[in-house]
């Protein structure tokens, strides 16, 4: 059933992440074969941040980082003035206030800018299930508002996350080589557990299986690239995305009453339709992507035909 077909698109990531990283390196020697063609915006793997690229900074590899928060307003929605102070701290923008494409991409780029926005500055929103449930519950017991699936779900996102101890969003902000690593091997969470770690959380079980096993790959590649092999990662127990998301919930929205209750959850119901116009726009150039490969494919293969008939005919 489900964990069947979980099972299958997990087995699929690896080769997903990979033919993006080809991707961006066939960007780069285009780059370097070709500079005056070159399109900056080749580098990026999603659909949804090219077009934003493309339609806000054509040709460009740096933007102010000014110019790049009104580009994300215009496209989405106004950021209170916590949010861009987050957003900033997230993107690094040089002395000179520039981004560059690259450091952008890390942030924005699959699965969506929307969703890159909120790992910055509302990363509980990116966990809506969970969300949901303490706004019903409000300032009292999440489990009030779980069923029995819940209960379930709640048990498999744990499957799905790894607990750092001593680490929290703050020090990973700050920690480029672990952020761009985790990044990478497809981390769509990081919170806070309290004052004590930090839960990253994966699409998949098997990515937190290798990284706590410590004679994979990938856990041996991680150590490598932060020249640390003291990094703990460790399973979650009885942390979850869950528990932290009913931590931070009623402060954030001030669940005092009905009222606030759904105030909250109309706010979040608007902001989704976001990520559902990345999802288009991914779908959109997945086409283009297609089209493109059956037209080079019909291309190549009129090309060996005519080829053929020429060398039967002589």
């Known amino acids: 059933g489900v964990r069947a077909k979980l099972s299958r698109q997990a087995e699929l990531w690896p080769s997903v992440a990979l033919r993006g990283q080809a991707q961006r390196l066939r960007s780069i020697v285009w780059a370097v074969d070709q500079p005056e063609?070159?399109?900056p915006a080749s580098i990026i793997i999603g659909g949804a941040f090219a077009a934003f690229w493309r339609r806000h900074f054509p040709g460009r590899t740096h933007a102010k980082f000014a110019c790049l928060l009104d580009a994300l307003v215009e496209t989405y929605e106004t950021l209170r003035s916590g949010e861009q102070q987050a957003l900033r701290t997230w993107l690094r923008p040089d002395p000179d206030g520039y981004v560059n494409i690259r450091d952008v991409a890390l942030i924005l780029d699959a699965p969506g800018p929307w969703r890159g926005i909120l790992f910055c500055t509302s990363w509980i929103e990116l966990c809506p299930l969970e969300l949901l449930q303490s706004i019903i519950g409000g300032v009292g017991d999440r489990h009030l508002a779980m069923t029995a699936t819940d209960l379930m779900i709640e048990s498999n996102l744990r499957r799905c996350s790894v607990y750092l101890p001593g680490w929290s969003r703050q020090r990973l902000c700050q920690n480029l080589a672990l952020f761009r690593s985790l990044r990478v091997v497809g981390m769509l969470v990081a919170a806070d557990v309290g004052s004590e770690g930090l839960i990253i959380q994966f699409p998949f079980d098997e990515i937190p299986q290798q990284l706590q096993r410590n004679s994979s790959a990938v856990a041996q590649t991680l150590r490598d690239v932060l020249k640390d092999n003291t990094l703990a990662v460790q399973p979650t127990h009885?942390?979850?995305?869950?528990?932290?998301?009913?931590?931070?919930?009623?402060?954030m929205f001030q669940l005092g009453d009905e009222r606030s209750k759904h105030i909250a959850m109309s706010q979040i119901h608007r902001r989704s339709s976001f990520r559902l116009w990345d999802d288009t726009l991914e779908m959109l150039e997945l086409q283009r992507q297609y089209q493109a490969f059956v037209k080079n494919q019909v291309s190549s293969t009129s090309s060996a035909c005519c080829t053929d008939t020429a060398s039967v005919a002589s």
Not at 241 to 247: I, K, L, Y
């Open 37 to 39: 063609e070159w399109d």
């Open 238 to 251: 009885r942390a979850s995305t869950a528990r932290c998301v009913s931590q931070v919930a009623p402060d």
